[in-house]
């Protein structure tokens, strides 16, 4: 009877072990997707893996990273190129701001897409490079991005409906030229769901590190950060 109570004792301390683990892990996997989908309003970022102490790594794997929400730091004047505002809906009815960068004569425009946890300054390179080409650029932030409404992200699913509205935006604006439409990582899986979903018919697309599924972006800051994945 006692080698069976032993057993039994140790099978509820392991069982309760394997539960709390879980939970701990599910208490993680939350935490972290939180701050991903979240911005702060400001703050500093949480710095790379390796340049964290332990104590901080700790607080990261705990807490997840800490990102503030990406600002524009540059506007299109700082590469020597004139703009002007616009504003329309997006994703949740938020305001979406973008840049036009206007080009004569003009090919077509393109409408630019930045990626996660950044902003359309990002894109001011490329955008002046298309513009040399002869095409005006329609530089986009995502909601929840610069200058656009709201304070986070979905990692490319809600970014699609900013997409296919800049692109009927976009459309409505080029007077029949061809538009194209360029996204860099998140943007570029933006764009490949709104083309899908909604049947958006561009003159080409242009993309740079698009990620086939959110599942692989997970499993890999998970990684970053010392979780299983």
């Not at 002046?128 to 992200?153: C, I, N, P, Q, R």
């Amino acid at each position: 009877m006692a080698g069976r109570s032993s057993v039994k004792r140790r099978l509820v301390v392991g069982g309760s072990v394997l539960v709390l683990g879980t939970l701990l892990l599910n208490a993680a996997a939350f935490e972290h997707a939180r701050a991903l989908t979240r911005f702060s309003p400001d703050g500093p970022r949480t710095g790379r893996a390796e340049s964290l102490s332990a104590i901080e790594k700790l607080q990261v794997l705990t807490e997840g990273v800490r990102i503030p929400k990406p600002r524009n730091r540059r506007t299109p004047l700082d590469v020597g190129l004139s703009y002007e505002r616009h504003v329309f809906a997006g994703a949740h009815g938020l305001p979406i701001e973008a840049w036009l960068i206007p080009a004569s004569p003009e090919h077509g425009v393109v409408v630019l897409f930045h990626g996660h946890a950044a902003s359309k300054d990002q894109l001011l390179r490329v955008a002046k490079a298309f513009h040399e080409m002869g095409y005006a650029a329609l530089l986009v932030d995502f909601y929840g991005s610069g200058g656009s409404g709201g304070s986070d992200t979905s990692i490319g699913f809600f970014e699609a409906v900013d997409v296919a509205a800049a692109y009927r935006y976009a459309r409505s604006l080029s007077r029949e030229r061809p538009v194209i439409l360029y996204g860099v990582s998140m943007g570029a899986a933006a764009i490949l769901k709104a083309v899908h979903d909604d049947h958006l018919d561009p003159s080409a697309i242009v993309l740079e590190c698009p990620f086939d599924r959110l599942s692989t972006t997970a499993a890999h800051r998970f990684r970053n950060v010392g979780l299983p994945a």
